[in-house]
């Protein structure tokens, strides 16, 4: 039985939630389903299928939005798609730097190709690190996301 209060809709799809309706009535764990991955369903009319709930259902959004799979894991590196007309571009190239410690001609070099429209991908020490450097990012007006797959 899906949990009433426990559907999530995201530009990608939806997440239903369920759980055994005699659990839902009683409470009594002897009753309750064990395992009972969330169930997405793309908007896209991809098939529904299970994500993992071991991370937060918007991660598995991303992971389906970038490459199909919702249960995709995250890669160590930045994909930047572009800068808003207000983008910082001496700060974004300090960003680069910092989280991912390419030089200064390369940072440049990836900051002048995103603003030109071409997707540049920049590498990082770990998904931590990547997750920071797209945050960073985002707050100087660029469109950037970690890659999945």
Not at 39 to 60: C, D, K, M, Q, W
Request: aromatic residues 10%; proline residues 5%.
């Amino acid at each position: 039985m899906l949990i009433d209060g426990h559907i999530e809709e995201f530009e990608a799809g939806w997440v239903y939630y369920y759980q055994s309706a005699r659990f839902l009535e009683t409470g009594d764990f002897r009753d309750c389903l064990v395992g009972n991955a969330p169930l997405f369903v793309p908007r896209n009319g991809a098939p529904a299928t299970f994500i993992s709930y071991h991370r937060p259902a918007v991660e598995s959004m991303e992971a389906f939005s970038f490459c199909g799979d919702a249960n995709e894991k995250a890669n160590p590196e930045v994909e930047i798609s572009g800068g808003q007309p207000d983008s910082l571009k001496i700060p974004a190239i300090q960003c680069i730097r910092t989280y991912s410690g390419i030089g200064l001609a390369a940072a440049k070099e990836a900051i002048d190709k995103c603003l030109s429209g071409e997707v540049v991908r920049v590498p990082t020490q770990s998904v931590e690190i990547a997750r920071e450097l797209v945050s960073a990012l985002r707050q100087l007006s660029f469109v950037t996301m970690v890659t999945y797959g």
